[in-house]
């Protein structure tokens, strides 16, 4: 089993950029691709990036490609999203999220969820 914990979020102005991570504690992370997913208020959760086990490949949204990067360390169990250019949109409970099945944009897929982090873009 795999328990992501996120961590990163905070408060940034518009233009800023802010880094989240998602640690997970088990040696065997790099098994597991690992996705990002954010919930803005009224919203429905949306898929941000994932990241393949061993990062050889990733995916984007089409609307966040640019602005966001993923990246991963599996010696550190961790996985990065690196968020530049922020606007107020991009505020939102941002997860990250585990799944044995391989890369995917689906959030239905992914067994393992953090509790997620807050995001908040002011303008």
């Known amino acids: 089993q795999v328990v992501p914990a996120e961590s990163g979020g905070g408060l940034v102005q518009a233009g800023g950029s802010l880094r989240l991570s998602c640690a997970a504690s088990r040696r065997t992370f790099s098994n597991y691709a690992v996705g990002w997913f954010r919930q803005a208020p009224g919203k429905e959760r949306e898929f941000v990036a994932a990241i393949s086990g061993l990062g050889h490949r990733t995916t984007y949204a089409e609307s966040l490609k640019g602005r966001f990067t993923i990246s991963r360390d599996n010696a550190k169990n961790t996985v990065y999203l690196q968020m530049n250019s922020l606007k107020p949109d991009d505020t939102a409970v941002y997860y990250c999220?585990?799944?044995?099945?391989?890369?995917?944009?689906?959030?239905?897929?992914?067994?393992?969820w953090g509790q997620g982090t807050q995001v908040t873009v002011s303008s």
């Open positions: 999220a585990a799944t044995i099945r391989g890369i995917t944009a689906t959030s239905s897929l992914y067994n393992y």
